[in-house]
């Protein structure tokens, strides 16, 4: 599934460029562009769901090789003290970008910028 639309779905497509931290049949990682740590990248499905609550259970494998994969990026690009995932989900959870998507932020202090 894919929603022309979509900044994310256009960026999985090739639309747009950005600049990968890892991609596979699944998902794709890459950095985000106004980050929030010294390390942040976003995870996203490349099947566009639009928000968390579009999930169900034809989606665990998917949403736990997002998570597992968190850890594996942030080792690799460096990050050795902790990290936070963060999902926002829907306008009320500031979710910005219709497209589910996981940030992975890591390095000094993360949180402190939001």
Known sequence: MHDPNCLFCKIVAGEIP??????????LAFHDI???APVHVLVIPKKHIATMYDTGE?????LGRMTALA???MRQLGVTDGFRIVVNTGRDG?????????????????WAKG
Do not use: I, T
């Open 71 to 73: 850890p594996v990026l």
């Open 18 to 27: 950005c600049r990968k931290a890892h991609e596979d049949g699944d998902v």
């Open 94 to 110: 500031m979710q910005e970008v219709q497209h589910v998507h996981m940030h992975v932020m890591g390095g000094p202090r993360p």
């Open 58 to 62: 034809r989606h665990a494998a998917m």
């Open 34 to 36: 106004r980050p929030l």
